[in-house]
């Protein structure tokens, strides 16, 4: 299991970014989610520019998009452990992993106000600089891997995506997403349709592959 290596001076500050909303409405973890989110988004930034110094802006900002994903967070946190010490009230099962990734946004932004910049860029860098190294060539999002595809094979059609009602409660409702191409169907759900529509698309692309 990955370390955090940072030791806070307000143990507060990090009892507060392991704190849903679910559980308490005033004094949880969401204004350090705003915080981390800028400081994990900038950080990356410089980090990529330094590192594929032969890239043009595109690549770099595909590489940015999966790193400061939902899903790369959420796999972050699952690898520091955090799953195991948030405090939150229920949550469905569609928005256990975007629960995750608002936590370890707010662990980063908890970091940055309790030992500034540098300190949240350290911790950013080393556990992030590994995950950013394992694509020689810049990743695509699922949905346009998956449009490229299709077109390739199904002579310019694109994929069809129907967009369901929500489900769960109306302040964290669970969004679900169908998408079809080349007479093959994919499900998924997430916390956004953002979310729900890649994640179709990923599973899509899994189905077509065998």
């Given at each position: 299991?990955?370390?955090?290596?940072?030791?806070?001076k307000?143990?507060?500050?990090?009892?507060?970014?392991?704190?849903?909303?679910g559980?308490?409405?005033?004094?949880?973890?969401?204004?350090?989610?705003?915080?981390?989110?800028?400081?994990?988004?900038?950080?990356?930034?410089?980090?990529?520019?330094?590192?594929?110094?032969?890239?043009?802006?595109g690549?770099?900002?595909r590489?940015h998009?999966?790193?400061?994903?939902?899903?790369?967070?959420?796999d972050?946190?699952?690898?520091?452990?955090l799953?195991?010490?948030?405090?939150?009230?229920?949550?469905?099962?569609?928005?256990?992993?975007?629960?995750?990734?608002?936590?370890?946004?707010?662990?980063?932004?908890?970091?940055?106000i309790?030992?500034?910049?540098?300190?949240?860029?350290?911790?950013?860098?080393?556990?992030?600089?590994?995950?950013?190294?394992?694509?020689v060539?810049?990743?695509?999002?699922?949905?346009?891997?998956?449009?490229?595809?299709?077109?390739?094979?199904?002579?310019?059609?694109?994929?069809?995506?129907?967009y369901?009602?929500?489900?769960?409660a109306?302040?964290?409702p669970?969004?679900?997403?169908?998408?079809?191409?080349?007479?093959?169907?994919?499900?998924?759900?997430?916390?956004s349709?953002?979310?729900?529509?890649?994640?179709?698309?990923?599973e899509?692309?899994?189905?077509?592959?065998?």
């Amino acid at each position: 299991m990955k370390q955090l290596n940072y030791d806070f001076k307000n143990k507060d500050l990090l009892a507060l970014a392991l704190t849903q909303s679910g559980v308490d409405s005033k004094h949880n973890n969401e204004r350090l989610e705003f915080i981390g989110d800028r400081v994990l988004g900038l950080t990356v930034a410089a980090m990529l520019y330094d590192m594929f110094p032969n890239e043009m802006e595109g690549d770099l900002a595909r590489r940015h998009a999966m790193l400061v994903s939902t899903d790369t967070l959420a796999d972050v946190a699952t690898e520091l452990g955090l799953a195991n010490m948030l405090r939150h009230g229920h949550i469905t099962a569609g928005r256990v992993r975007h629960i995750l990734a608002n936590a370890m946004e707010a662990v980063l932004g908890a970091i940055f106000i309790d030992g500034g910049f540098e300190a949240a860029r350290a911790v950013i860098t080393d556990l992030w600089r590994d995950i950013a190294a394992r694509d020689v060539v810049a990743p695509k999002d699922p949905k346009t891997a998956l449009q490229e595809l299709v077109q390739k094979c199904s002579g310019g059609v694109l994929p069809e995506y129907e967009y369901m009602n929500p489900i769960g409660a109306s302040h964290s409702p669970v969004f679900k997403v169908r998408v079809s191409a080349m007479g093959v169907t994919a499900t998924a759900t997430g916390a956004s349709k953002k979310e729900a529509s890649s994640a179709a698309a990923a599973e899509l692309l899994k189905i077509l592959a065998i």
